[in-house]
């Protein structure tokens, strides 16, 4: 287990258990079950390039636990990805399904390698091998992945395929944020990023305060999450004044032209590049914008104690996985800022993952009002249990997320019992 445990991705997720269990006086038994993954899958995926050389790419499928239902979790392809890192985000996931209630246990996959480094074919043919080679330990009733960082619904296609022909028929429950016309569903693709707007009012609701001309919002990650997430809240009459991707970031303090940015964004181009109405920054100068809404929506550990005290934001909502650090969590919470914890914050798109599989299952789909009112109604039941149980136990927003998951957890976990 040493290899699992080493990141500090996964160090983080672990202190936050810890916090949570010794508030809420869970059961020590239990949580010595939840602090390692129920099995940890490790797969080479050698990848034939199109200069007719193979190379090999490290693969992993780690499923945390499975006690309310099947396994779920994205499927990342990043220069990052680890065993440790994947574990983290697989405990990650196990936490987040339990909190917003879904009949799913918590996965994570990826693949270390750089997606864009890699052409169309390379990249299919990673993907094929990598479903191959993880073939044997999921399906619908085990373990069904998603979409994350350097995936989309086109790998999911290529996935759901490689499945389905050896099986010999369609199988379009094995696979979630597939296209539409392969059994997707509708509202996904914007999902994580409308939770996030979601999130972000109901926030303002707790705070006594309405989102309106005067709000003004950054995103660091400009792709699936914060994309969606500045149309909703620019719909709802926010100003989108700063966003950000790998190259650098744009800002203009009385607001971005979002849909210009959006369309540049859209063809692919680099933030960097873009020539509206606006001034470069860097990514570090974003997080230091005076602005009342901070969105980190790109990767982990972004927001460390050295950057956390220059923060001006007064709601950070975290669209990521992890984005914040313990220790930066600490100063955050001693300045007084309000955090949306990652696992109720960016829920949504598992969410609607959940809505895309029971759709599948059953061969009938639902509308796009039906899954946004749905989606809507279970985060603000989880926001609305969150902030009760930060109240009733005195503690801050990431530990009472922590406990809210816990407590329907480690009931079901003590009902099922161990065995043998
Ligand atoms: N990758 C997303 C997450 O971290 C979605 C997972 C899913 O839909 O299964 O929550």
Known sequence: MRDIISSSLYQNA???????????????NIVERLKYPKRAIQVSVPVR?????????????????????????????????????????????????????????????????DPLSLSRQELQSLARRYAIEIGPFIGPDNDIPAPDIGTDSQTMAWFMDTYSQIHGFSIPGVVTGKPIVVGGSLGR?????????????????????????????AIHGFGK???????????????????SDVSGGIYNKNGLD???????????????????????????????????????????????????PKIRARLIAEGANGPITKEAVDILNDNGIFIIPDILCNAGG?????????????????????????LHDILYDAFKRVTHNSDLYNVDMKTAAMISSLQRLTGAMRLRGMWP
């Open 14 to 28: 672990l202190i936050q258990l810890e916090e949570a269990v010794s508030s809420m006086k869970a059961d020590p």
């Open 49 to 113: 390039l199109d200069d007719g050389t193979v190379k090999n790419f490290e693969g992993y499928r780690v499923q945390h636990n499975m006690t309310l239902g099947p396994g779920k979790g994205g499927l990342r392809f990043h220069p990052s990805v680890s065993l440790s890192e994947t574990a983290a985000l697989a405990m990650l996931m196990t936490f987040k399904c339990s909190l917003v209630g879904l009949p799913l246990g918590g996965a994570k996959g990826g693949v270390r390698v």
């Open 189 to 217: 693709a914007e999902s994580t990023g409308k939770g996030v707007a979601f999130c972000v009012n109901f926030a303002y609701e707790r705070l006594n305060k309405r989102i309106d001309s005067s709000t003004t919002v």
């Open 225 to 243: 999450v914060g994309v969606p997430a500045a149309i909703d809240l620019h719909q709802q009459g926010a100003k989108i004044c700063a966003v």
């Open 258 to 308: 979002i849909e210009a940015v959006i369309s540049w964004a859209k063809g692919k181009h680099l933030l960097a590049n873009y020539q509206g109405d606006c001034e470069k920054i860097t990514n570090e100068e974003l997080f230091e914008l005076d602005v009342d809404v901070l969105i980190p929506a790109a990767i982990d550990g972004v927001i460390t104690k050295e950057n956390a």
């Open 350 to 374: 598992v969410i609607v993952s959940y809505f895309e599989w029971v759709q599948g299952l059953q061969h009938f789909f639902w509308d796009l009002d039906q899954i946004n009112k749905k």
